[in-house]
């Protein structure tokens, strides 16, 4: 299915400049590199420095506001509710109506210097959300004076156990969410490395079937089927799937020597010790994927 992207929220005004410094001061917002704002250019756009949300792009029209915004923005402050009305106030903001409780729940609404509403809601810590967390850093296993299958094994299971580390505490919308420019999300690039696992280590090395969960895939109507699959399935399975993966290649791997040749050479040959490496490398790039997409979805970090 194909959709579209919000690119701009286009806000008719008196005075682009003035308010694109209002709304830029408000929301961290910038000038577009490229076309930096003037005083008494006909349309002022403001972007966020950090790519995640659409632009505001005021226009002149010689007309006043007159009646109550059919659009409006809800902000989160990152300080507290009363620290962020305060500061909007002092950047030209007035209050319209005060709908904060008495109990601490509720919401202010504002209206910028031209008199268009926006809302102040809780912070996400006066919600009760927990600040966005910093797992740390995982030890590297104890392998730097090994020979070639242990360090190949123990790198691998490594990387492995980072993914499992680095998905841990992800809720099913975070899992499912696809920020990006492509199917690209959390769930899917788990899926996406299980199936790796299993077509390298049991299909094309071992000569096994291919897993029931897979075997039915029509990859010439979908080359992106688990990418697709994925955001529509608990994710907990998908983790579960993974883990699973892993464990029947370590089996595979046990039985068979580093140079011991694929059973599938219809597209060429290779060893055990090229898939190990391989896995090595697919694994450790999509580990910095899970990684990036975390940090953008929900603030943790890690490693």
Known sequence: MTTSTIRHLTIDCRSPYEQA?????????????????HPGDPEALIVDPHGRHPGLLFIAVPEPKTTKNRLHLDLVPDAAREVEVARLL????????????????????????????????????ERGQPEPADTG???????????????????????????VAKVRGVTQAVASATPLRSSTSIAGLVKHLALVEGAWFEVDFAGSPEPA??????????????????????????VRLYEAACARS?????????????????????????????????????LGHLDVLRELLDGTTGE
Request: charged share 30%.
């Open 90 to 125: 002092d950047l030209g903001a007035t209050l319209v109506a005060d709908h904060r409780r008495p109990d601490g729940t509720g919401w202010a609404v504002l209206a910028d210097p031209e008199g268009n509403e926006l809302c102040v809601e809780r912070s996400a810590a």
């Open 250 to 286: 370590r089996l595979v791997a046990a039985d068979h020597d580093l140079d011991e040749l694929g059973a599938d050479t219809s597209r060429r040959e290779f060893t055990l010790r090229f898939v190990l490496l391989h896995l090595i490398e697919e694994t450790a790039r999509h």
């Open 213 to 238: 969960w897979w075997a039915d895939v029509d990859w010439d109507a979908d080359r992106d089927w688990e990418f697709h699959s994925a955001v529509d399935e608990p994710f907990e399975d998908v």
């Open 137 to 163: 850093a995982r030890p590297l296993p104890p392998v730097h004076g090994a020979g070639e299958r242990e360090l190949l094994e123990a790198m691998l299971d490594w990387y492995r156990a980072g993914v």
């Open 21 to 37: 410094r209002f709304w830029a001061a408000a929301l961290g917002f910038v000038d577009d590199p490229s076309d930096p704002n």
